[in-house]
């Protein structure tokens, strides 16, 4: 197959598999972005570095001391068809990338070291072996937990606390004892540095440079791939909020009297969930969910603008928030990460 996909349609290219996609990170915009994970890592004077392969999803398998980078990163036509399925693409911009790369980090380093093993990681972090659940429901005023990737990610399990509090102190130049001064959370990165720093020099136990479930040897379609995602971002639209767009819109007016509500809501769609989505934390895709629902009920009821389209937009954007919101804190779907 080689690189002929690159110039496939859409369509074509959804057709075929990831393994079919002969994918590599050696030479990639993803190499450059190692190199400066691993300079990082030196600079904090730890011996530690990960290695890496291509995958289906950031991920970091546990007892792996290694990180998998997801293969949409690692060509622009892939990167393209992910953001046209997902409407955003998770860590192609480099502030991102490197946020997700330092969570990875510190996966790998306690992989690497047995770290949750620690009589003292456990105290802080909690159990590594609980069970992941499906679901969690971030506090977002929390105080006991570091704050880096978006979702309040820290707070989805004992092994996500840890990773996180690592990527906030590996983070060059983060002032994190002033950040964090009074919260509960400076302990464990205390912690951490203290850690860090006994560990540093060490030849760490697990050396493995084992890859888990490689693009190489998934043979599942682009596709299929998209449609696992859908179903695990999607969000269902409960009747009762229908009562919501009545208050916004109108739906006793002549057909021409005013704007379709419907199709206002399709010219805004991408500036509401892009400022919601990171107002909110919470994926676009979700929230382009929710307000594509909103889009068909305007439709079905024969909804029209009742004000201006400026207080219009701005009722709808409080709407959507308020929803993404309750979706938010009715339980994130746990990602791997």
């Known amino acids: 197959m080689g690189r002929r996909w690159q110039t496939m349609s859409e369509e074509r290219l959804l057709g075929l598999r990831l393994c079919d996609l002969a994918l590599g990170i050696e030479g990639?915009?993803?190499?450059?972005?190692?190199?400066?994970?691993?300079?990082?890592?030196?600079?904090?004077?730890l011996r530690f570095r990960p290695h890496y392969w291509v995958g289906a999803e950031w991920?970091?398998?546990?007892?792996?001391?290694?990180?998998?980078?997801?293969f949409f990163l690692l060509h622009p036509r892939l990167t393209e068809i992910?953001?046209?399925?997902?409407?955003?693409?998770?860590?192609?911009?480099?502030?991102?990338?490197?946020?997700?790369?330092?969570?990875?980090?510190?996966?790998?380093?306690d992989n690497a070291y047995r770290l949750h093993?620690?009589?003292?990681?456990?105290?802080?972090?909690?159990?590594?072996?609980?069970?992941?659940p499906d679901f969690y429901k971030p506090r977002p005023n929390s105080r006991r937990f570091?704050?880096?990737?978006?979702?309040?990610?820290?707070?989805?399990?004992?092994?996500?606390?840890?990773?996180?509090?690592?990527a906030v102190w590996l983070t060059p130049g983060y002032p994190w004892r002033?950040?964090?001064?009074?919260?509960?959370?400076?302990?464990?990165?205390?912690?951490?540095?203290?850690?860090?720093?006994?560990?540093?020099?060490?030849?760490?136990?697990?050396?493995?440079?084992?890859?888990?479930?490689?693009?190489?040897?998934l043979r599942t379609t682009l596709r299929d791939y998209y449609q696992q995602k859908h179903e695990l971002y999607a969000v269902e639209w409960p009747a009762y909020y229908d009562r919501d767009l009545r208050r916004i819109f109108r739906g006793d007016l002549p057909d021409s009297a005013r704007?379709?509500?419907?199709?206002?809501?399709?010219?805004?769609?991408?500036?509401?969930?892009?400022?919601v989505g990171a107002a909110a934390a919470v994926p676009v895709y979700t929230v382009d969910q929710l307000l594509k629902n909103m889009i068909e009920r305007c439709r079905a009821l024969d909804l029209r603008l009742r004000d201006s389209p400026r207080r219009s937009r701005e009722a709808i954007l409080l709407?959507?928030?308020?929803?993404?919101?309750?979706?938010?804190?009715?339980?994130?779907?746990?990602?791997?990460?």
């Open 82 to 109: 992910e953001r046209a399925q997902m409407l955003e693409v998770e860590g192609f911009a480099f502030g991102e990338c490197m946020r997700i790369l330092r969570h990875e980090a510190g996966h790998a380093i």
């Open 146 to 166: 570091v704050q880096h990737l978006r979702g309040w990610y820290a707070q989805a399990h004992p092994a996500e606390d840890f990773a996180e509090t690592f």
């Open 259 to 275: 704007p379709s509500a419907a199709v206002f809501l399709r010219g805004q769609r991408a500036e509401l969930c892009g400022t």
């Open 28 to 45: 990639t915009v993803m190499a450059e972005r190692t190199v400066r994970l691993d300079e990082e890592l030196a600079d904090k004077g």
């Open 117 to 132: 093993r620690r009589k003292r990681w456990r105290e802080l972090f909690g159990s590594f072996t609980d069970p992941y």
């Open 178 to 217: 002033k950040r964090y001064a009074d919260w509960p959370a400076l302990e464990k990165l205390e912690y951490v540095d203290e850690l860090m720093r006994e560990i540093a020099e060490e030849v760490p136990p697990v050396r493995s440079r084992r890859f888990v479930e490689p693009v190489g040897q």
């Open 59 to 70: 991920f970091t398998p546990d007892g792996v001391p290694g990180i998998a980078i997801p």
């Open 319 to 337: 709407m959507l928030m308020m929803h993404t919101m309750h979706v938010a804190h009715a339980g994130y779907p746990r990602i791997a990460v």
